[in-house]
Structures are given as C-alpha cells and as structure tokens.
C-alpha cells in the first residue's frame, strides 16, 4: 500500500472497556517470582499492568500467519512481513486500582515511513487513554510504537551493539525462558508465534530463538524499582527497544537513580552484556 493510503488510519479510533481484576495480578507476580499474597479491592495496579487487560479477543478466524490478527482492522494493514513492539512513553495522573472499571480509547496517531540498514520500515503509533469509573480525565496516557518489517534477508545488516551505561545501582539476572515467555504470552493474550513457537520464528522471522517480550522487559525494568524502592510513585516512563533478547540465554535489568532522586535510569542487557532496552522513570 502507498504511504496515503495507510495514513488514512491517522485519527482512528476504538474504546473497550474492562474491570481491573484481581487474578490477572496474583497471575504475574507469580510469573514474576514475588510470594503469594492477597490483593484487595483498592489495591494499586504496579506500573505497567494495565497490559494485563484490555486483551485482544480476536475470534480465531480472523487471526493472521504470525499469530496477531490479520491486518486491516483498527491498526494499518502494513504490507510488511515482521512486527515488533519498539517502545512506549507513559504519564500517569491517577492511580488505577484493583476494582476499577476502566475505559481504554486508542487512537492511531501517526504513521511513518523510512528505509533503514534492514530495507523498509513502518512504524505506528498509537495512544491510548485509560479512564477510571467514568472520571473525564485520564489516569493514564500511554504512546506506544510499533515497528513494521520486511522479511529477513541473508545480506540484512543489523545495527551495531550499543554499550549499557556504566556505574549501575541495581543489577537483577535473570533466564528468560520458554515457559516465562508462554506465561506472559498467555497472561496477556499475545498471540505473536515469535515468542512460543520456535519453528516459526527461525525458520519463518529467520531469528535464532525466541523473543523476550519488549512488554515483559520493561516490566522487569519496573519490577527492578519496586523491588529496591517499594514506596515510589511512578510519574512517567519511557522505554526504547534496541535489540533483541533471546530466550536460554541469560539476561539482566539494571537501574541507577540519579542523584536528587527524581529520576531513574533503567536498562537491560544480554548475555554478552550489549544494551537491549534503554528506560527512564520519573518519580517527581
């Protein structure tokens, strides 16, 4: 399709509804290794876990080779083969609690083109509003990127590795594996063959294992501040997706708060220790 033709999506929009429920929660601390414990009504959703609702209940005929749904519905049916999740930016504004009934409206609100090392990329972004118990402003409003690509071919050439920053405060490993992967493929309904189905995505994507969630990393991002500061408020985040984590392999979150205390920086890194995902939160 032409670059007019796909950004005729610019603008549109879709609103789905959905009440913040306590399983879901108990389900990924769980998955993330945190001890079993009772959440009440009114109990704050930890940053992040709102990706444990407003799932994709696309009925099984309308789902696609890769696992996603075919394209052409709310998001842009780019002609490109390969998807991924390249960052997001979030401001929160209110708390969301566990018995919320929440309105999430998602809008298309740009569609881009460039040719890059690996041919024709797409990217797509869009925002999403998320409102609790029918409150006019949102508690939360989140950009999400979305990459689009061509096939992989045998003289692509990736870009070079990034070094992590240097002199972290926090250091967590951990081995992602094919079960954490179906877990959180499983809690949040992703469909996505690339991160369970290891024929597809090697002989299909031409990667060579299967890929660690950039959702499920930022949330160990996230995860790594709550563990070693309990009490903070998350104001805002960002993350940005710089290369692939594979599973079997072992990887690691790290965190350096800045010296007045109102910021963090958090980044993960691969078993050879280049940068894979870089971040920052706001805590004031």
């Known amino acids: 399709m032409a670059m007019d033709d796909l950004s005729a999506w610019i603008g549109r929009s879709e609103t789905v509804r959905d009440p913040i429920g306590a399983t879901p929660v108990r389900a990924l601390a769980a998955t993330l290794d945190h001890p079993a414990a009772e959440v009440p009504d009114g109990s704050v959703l930890p940053p992040l876990w709102h990706w444990l609702y407003f799932l994709p209940l696309h009925r099984q ?3 696609g080779p890769d ?7 709310f998001l842009p049916p780019v002609p490109l083969p390969r998807r991924m999740w390249a960052g997001s930016q979030f401001e929160w504004h209110a708390p969301i609690r566990v018995g919320d009934a929440v309105e999430r409206t998602s809008t298309i609100a740009r569609v881009s083109a460039k040719s890059g090392r690996t041919g024709e990329l797409v990217f797509v972004t869009v925002r999403h509003d998320l409102r609790c118990n029918g ?3 949102p508690a939360l409003v989140e950009h999400h990127d979305i990459v689009y690509r061509g096939p992989k071919r045998p003289d692509d050439v990736e870009p070079p590795p990034q070094s992590p920053p240097a002199g972290a405060a926090w250091h967590r490993e951990l081995l992602p594996d094919d079960v954490l992967l179906f877990r959180y493929s499983a809690l949040t309904f992703n469909g996505h063959r690339i991160h369970y189905d290891r024929r597809y995505v090697t002989e299909v994507e031409g990667y060579p294992g299967l890929i660690v969630h950039g959702p499920l990393i930022a949330t160990l991002l996230l995860d790594l501040l709550r ?3 309990p009490a903070a408020q998350v104001a805002s ?4 997706a710089l290369r692939p984590t594979f599973d079997g392999r072992p990887m690691a979150v790290h965190g350096l708060p800045a010296a007045d205390g109102c910021s963090v ?3 993960a890194t691969d078993h050879e220790g280049w940068l894979t995902m870089d971040a920052e939160a706001q805590l004031c």
């Open 67 to 73: 696992g996603h749904a075919k394209r052409g519905g």
């Open 135 to 137: 409150a006019a402003e």
């Open 237 to 240: 985040f960002r993350f940005k």
């Open 61 to 63: 005929s309308a789902i």
């Open 265 to 267: 920086r958090l980044w």
């Open 227 to 229: 563990r070693e500061q």
